[in-house]
């Protein structure tokens, strides 16, 4: 069982920075592969980010390629999304989700999802 819980979010200029942290618990944390979706309003759920349970292996959507990084930090439980060079398409709710490996968080076979995080961008 994994607990997730977002937080980060808020409002930011066009060219800004934010930085979503997830903190997680629960006693499979170390090996779980984690990741970040976004939904914006009318839109499907859409991949963002995973990174495996040691954190060696990393993928990222290619909407965010250059401009999004992911870490995680096992010591203190938690993953964090960095987002630099922000657009107002990167605008939408950012969930924080695990599952048992990176390819399984890049395909959505999530078993645990955070409550979700709201982040927007203005021009």
């Known amino acids: 069982q994994v607990q997730l819980e977002e937080s980060g979010g808020g409002l930011a200029q066009a060219g800004g920075s934010l930085r979503l942290s997830c903190a997680a618990s629960?006693?499979?944390?170390?090996?779980?592969?984690l990741g970040w979706f976004r939904q914006a309003p009318g839109k499907e759920r859409e991949f963002v980010a995973a990174i495996s349970g040691n954190g060696g292996t990393t993928k990222l959507a290619d909407s965010v390629k250059g401009r999004f990084t992911i870490s995680r930090d096992n010591a203190e439980n938690t993953v964090l999304l960095q987002m630099n060079s922000l657009k107002p398409e990167d605008t939408a709710v950012y969930y924080c989700a695990a599952a048992a490996a990176t390819a399984l968080v890049q395909n959505g076979r999530i078993n645990y999802w955070g409550q979700g995080t709201q982040v927007t961008v203005s021009s």
């Open positions: 629960g006693r499979t944390f170390s090996t779980s592969a």
